[in-house]
């Protein structure tokens, strides 16, 4: 099962959430894709962000579709019911835990608030099918997932985003992973200290 836990990488998140939310401001449909979602953490680690700072309106307009290959046939269960060990939530700020989890009904777990869980969407989804799962996003998030593809492989995923994209729309990855130089042309970075990239609309000769 894929490593990750609440908030991991948030230097990534909060440079997310300072782009997208004046983006998409006054939209009436917010569409987020966290592609290589895991066990849920990431797509409900950023719910959180936006619920704390885009407003009661726009939060009611965000969804996050949340996808991953899922070869154990858990993940969907474990994001639909939002059901976390205590020492999966142990390193929450004090606040964000008190505000968004509850403990549940089984000793030593905690259930995400429905807020969030009203939010998010999840479906087993393989990116190498290089078929998206919609268009017009206004965030595609992608990380810890294409380190392990090989280059050529990479780049026809990260097309897909683009294609995926609304237009200005953003893609965001992990600070490890730099944009391949055959398709920088795609996009342009907007933050110095993240992988956060805006897609620029040209034509596609692939």
């Known amino acids: 099962m894929a490593f990750t836990f609440f908030l991991r990488d948030m230097q990534t998140l909060e440079r997310v959430v300072e782009h997208v939310i004046p983006y998409t401001s006054g939209r009436s449909r917010v569409r987020?894709?966290?592609?290589g979602c895991a066990t849920?953490?990431?797509?409900?680690?950023?719910a959180m962000l936006f619920a704390e700072n885009?407003?009661?309106f726009g939060f009611k307009n965000l969804r996050i579709e949340a996808t991953d290959l899922d070869d154990c046939s858990l993940f969907g269960d474990i994001?639909?019911?939002?059901?976390y060990r205590e020492e999966e939530v142990k390193r929450m700020p004090g606040d964000l835990l008190?505000?968004?989890?509850?403990?549940d009904d089984r000793p030593g777990y905690f259930s995400i608030a429905e807020l969030l869980r009203n939010r998010i969407q999840y479906q087993r989804h393989d990116l190498l099918t290089l078929k998206p799962i919609g268009e017009g996003f206004s965030l595609i998030l992608c990380k810890n997932v294409l380190l392990h593809f090989e280059n050529a492989q990479r780049i026809k995923v990260i097309e897909m985003f683009h294609r995926s994209l609304a237009p200005g729309g953003f893609f965001a990855t992990e600070q490890t992973q730099k944009m391949p130089?055959?398709?920088s042309e795609l996009f342009e970075p907007v933050?110095?200290?993240?992988?956060l990239f805006r897609k620029l609309d040209v034509i596609e000769s692939r």
Request: hydrophobic fraction near 40%; charge should be negative; proline fraction near 6%.
């Open 54 to 56: 885009m407003g009661t």
């Open 181 to 183: 130089a055959e398709i």
């Open 32 to 35: 987020v894709w966290d592609a």
């Open 40 to 46: 849920g953490q990431e797509p409900y680690s950023l």
């Open 191 to 195: 933050a110095s200290d993240a992988q």
């Open 79 to 83: 994001i639909r019911t939002g059901a």
């Open 98 to 103: 008190a505000k968004y989890f509850t403990p």
